[in-house]
């Protein structure tokens, strides 16, 4: 099941590919109708690179890629139209210093925006006296520091907003929503370079009692108990997400149905495994992990059974790996 949203990052990628395309046409006719074929050539070949690079983040959402290739190709497009027509084409570079910031990290965007200006400084120093050289470094220096300035804030805001956002509010876990966002990139990356990752759905046996008998308070810190003592045994790529109530899914990637159901049991939990299939859905993935921890409490709790998987040496025939372990 593909992806059909998109992320902050592709958003404004596609924005800002968009709107270049929009910004370059009317000059693109313009070097057509005034037979300025090198700059035609050169305008066409950027409008054709973004819209080619828009199209490709539709289709793959791989927006890292995309991302250092748009920003390299309007460096590129920008100071090549600075050394055909002269410095009077030297206003483009202003967005582009900004629009690094969008596209790249802000490390590597400095490391580009500097690149280019090194490159185009030849030309500044045989067309500009003193008093204009140093304007234009200082105000493309301003420039780059605020841009610097103003996308680090706004990354550090947006990661603090979208931690709160996918965060369970009581236990610190992952939420509902994050954990459907962390599966369909799964899946998503599942059907491109298949790897071994697994889930792990893991239900507290008879937690109403708690509530009832203690009060919803102490069922509350039951809850943070348990996931602070799963964290402390996951592994560092491991993520915990509250599925709902007293259930909790466990993301493990590089990670076969067999390691998953030994790191279920060692987790003392009811516990549901199940290894992602080759073409699964998201949904689908979680349905065999519910059917496996419905299975669970059938056979009498506090147990870990496997979802049956798909075994490539069996012919994509279905293999069951269940694995009961007797209640301890």
């Not at 994050?178 to 990752?197: C, F, G, K, W, Y």
């Amino acid at each position: 099941m593909k992806r059909t949203d998109f992320t902050f990052r592709e958003f404004i990628l596609l924005m800002l590919t968009g709107s270049g395309i929009v910004a370059v046409l009317p000059f693109t006719f313009i070097r057509f109708i005034n037979g300025e074929w090198l700059l035609f050539t050169l305008d066409t070949g950027l409008i054709f690179g973004l819209a080619g690079l828009s199209l490709y983040v539709i289709k793959t959402h791989d927006h890292r890629i995309a991302s250092i290739a748009v920003c390299l190709l309007c460096q590129v497009a920008i100071v090549g139209t600075i050394y055909i027509a002269g410095i009077a084409q030297l206003y483009w570079m202003y967005p582009a210093v900004v629009i690094a910031y969008y596209l790249l990290r802000p490390s590597e965007a400095i490391i580009t925006n500097l690149l280019a200006i090194a490159i185009i400084s030849p030309q500044l120093f045989d067309a500009l006296n003193v008093l204009s050289l140093t304007t234009v470094y200082a105000t493309l220096t301003v420039t780059i520091a605020f841009s610097y300035a103003f996308s680090y804030v706004t990354e550090q805001q947006r990661r603090q907003v979208q931690e709160l956002a996918a965060q369970d509010p009581l236990t610190g876990a992952g939420n509902r929503r994050a954990l459907r966002q962390r599966l369909t990139e799964l899946v998503d990356s599942h059907q491109r370079n298949p790897i071994s990752v697994s889930i792990m759905l893991i239900d507290l046996d008879h937690f109403k009692r708690i509530n009832d008998d203690f009060g919803h308070a102490v069922g509350d810190d039951t809850l943070i108990g348990v996931v602070a003592l799963l964290k402390q045994r996951l592994r560092t790529t491991d993520r915990i997400y509250r599925f709902g109530g007293e259930e909790f899914v466990i993301v493990a990637e590089n990670a076969g149905a067999a390691f998953a159901t030994t790191l279920a049991e060692e987790l003392r939990a009811l516990v549901g495994v199940a290894q992602l299939n080759k073409g699964e859905s998201t949904d689908d993935w979680l349905k065999r992990a519910d059917v496996a921890l419905y299975n669970a409490k059938n056979d009498g709790r506090n147990q870990t059974v496997c979802a049956p998987i798909l075994s490539t040496k069996d012919g994509g025939k279905v293999t069951d790996l269940t694995a009961s372990q007797r209640p301890a």
